[in-house]
């Protein structure tokens, strides 16, 4: 088991309840943590003007414990003990024993503040010295530290993402092949839409300050295409264009690669904007600053393959718009039925005009009747008369 180690602050336990630090009361109060902790590790720390501060008759003594290592001081020009103590602790992972809260120190030990990490001690009298647990205090000074730690960290953070695209940059500098240089510029001058980024962002930055152009790395061979092989190396998908399989390059990638296998190979170019990494074969490596046509064709094409293969696998939507279609037709010959029937029954409807007409006809036939029948009236009127003198001729 490890032994404990404590940072003895001893400036800060030899002024306790004091104005000028006491050799005798730092003694006393290392004597007391000894018993308390008998197999710790002691390291003391006094700041450099310690010396100057203790009482004349303990300066032989503080002497001969400086050169025989048991106090030590901070170098010559340091500002303050609190730094150089608090080193020593964060590279030892020690404790530090001391009533000071270090607060200019709070952004950049947090540790401090960990249980265990930071013990106080205080001369009681008549009892002794008492060592216990503390957090440390904090206060103006602590807040202006940890404000001044984040905007340090803010601008580390910008610089190491400022060291990430250098290294970029260098990785796809323009000392490789002319010839892929110009065929970049070819393909930027198309004005297609960039395909969308091949890799996560963070994998391929990585990637990209780890393994440079002409490096090997160790990948698996994940998938094969028309002109050459998806690899896995790690968290980042490259690619192996048949190219660089072979001299003569052979026909199908599975003629040099087996599905699945690790292999090793060559970085042979970085394609920063589609966040792109083309491979090689050993001894086929042509390092380039920008990836094949091969290359980023196969990379383009993948996922525009997906969203094909989407649209052809949707039968239902074909077969529906066919469906829709046939409704559309047989509604119009419906409708072109029913305008038939209207066009049949106006033509159909005239017909009976002339019936109307043939009644009207008709009628006037009774007519010749009635006067047939007023002409036949006065037929009775000379029976009348004739009556009438036959009466006459009786009287």
Known sequence: MRNEHFVIDGSNLATEGRTEPSLAQLNEALEAFTVEHPDAILTVVVDASFEHRIDSS????????????????????????????????????????????????????????????????????????????????????????VAAKKKATKAEDGRAQRQVKEAIAEATADVMQPEAKRKRRRRSRGGAKPAEPVNEPAP???????????????????????????????????????????????????????????????????????????LALPGFARPAAAPSDETVDAETRSPRRARGAAKRVTPAKKATATTTKQAMTTKATKATAKKATKQAAKKTTPTKTPAKKTAKKATPTKAPAKKTAKKATPTNTPAKKASGTTTKRKG
């Open 204 to 278: 391929f930055l990585q990637f990209v300050i780890d393994h440079r152009p002409g490096g090997e790395v160790e990948g698996a061979v994940e998938s094969f295409s028309s002109h050459g092989a998806f690899v896995t190396v790690g968290q980042v998908r490259c690619y192996v264009p048949l190219s660089a399989m072979g001299d003569p390059a052979p026909t199908r990638a599975r003629d040099a690669l087996t599905q699945g296998e690790t292999r090793t190979f060559i970085v042979q170019a970085v394609d920063a904007p589609r966040r792109g990494i083309e």
């Open 58 to 145: 303990e300066r032989d003594e503080f002497a001969r414990l400086e050169a025989s290592g048991g106090v030590v001081s901070p170098p010559a020009g340091a500002v303050g003990r609190g730094g150089f103590l608090l080193q020593i602790a964060n590279r030892t992972g020690a404790s530090v024993l001391s009533n000071d809260s270090f607060q200019e120190f709070h952004g950049e030990y947090e540790w401090l503040f960990d249980t265990g990490r930071l013990v106080g001690g205080k001369p009681v009298p008549g009892v002794g010295w008492i060592f216990s647990l503390r957090r440390p205090v904090r206060g103006i000074a602590s807040r202006k530290a």
